[in-house]
């Protein structure tokens, strides 16, 4: 509808994103990222042990295997724990910016560049939060938020996406519409 694309539109010009696409729910959002990855059964998705359930949900709904880390003095995923769990099935990392505190983004994202991993923000409570003047969300390759009822922006429920590679977003945005071409 006019309203959603207005929406994402706006979302993505806020945010400084170059590509934006709402969905259903925050878990919807993250399912979506991996399905734009094409993670399957093979693989391996890395995320940290202090999260909500929907992260890992996602990652096993994608049918590849969660690995967990420990986390930090952020209470978010620890760099030094993450490179002990990378293996050559790890396809992406998923850092939770958990109750909206930011994780050490830095570090991770230079973990995930060298070793050729795709990031993903889960950034379901941190919307609106920054790391060194980026909004969280938008600094790895995926960022995926929630609008639930209990988070900082409410459409009572739903999700938003934003993805750095044109790419990404065209396959995310036909696995999220069932292929159909609008």
Request: charged residues 25%; aromatic residues 8%; proline residues 2%.
């Amino acid at each position: 509808s006019f309203q959603v694309e207005q929406f994402e539109k706006n979302f993505a010009k806020k945010f400084q994103a170059k590509y934006s696409l709402a969905v259903s729910s925050g878990t919807a959002a993250l399912r979506v990222a991996l399905a734009a990855l094409n993670i399957n059964k093979k693989d391996e998705v890395i995320t940290q042990s202090f999260t909500f359930v929907a992260t890992v949900e996602a990652i096993i709904e994608s049918g590849a295997k969660p690995i967990c880390t420990e986390i930090d003095e952020t209470l978010n995923m620890c760099p030094d724990d993450l490179i002990k769990k990378i293996t050559k099935k790890t396809k992406a990392v998923i850092l939770v910016h958990m109750l909206g505190s930011p994780g050490n983004i830095s570090k991770i994202k230079l973990i995930c560049k060298k070793k050729k991993i795709t990031l993903i923000e889960d950034t379901a409570w941190g919307i609106g939060g920054k790391y060194k003047n980026k909004y969280l969300g938008t600094i790895g390759e995926i960022g995926t938020f929630s609008f639930d009822f209990a988070k900082t922006i409410t459409t009572g429920e739903g999700g938003m996406l934003v993805f750095k590679n044109k790419n990404h977003f065209l396959k995310a945005k036909a696995w999220h519409d069932h292929g159909h071409d609008n």
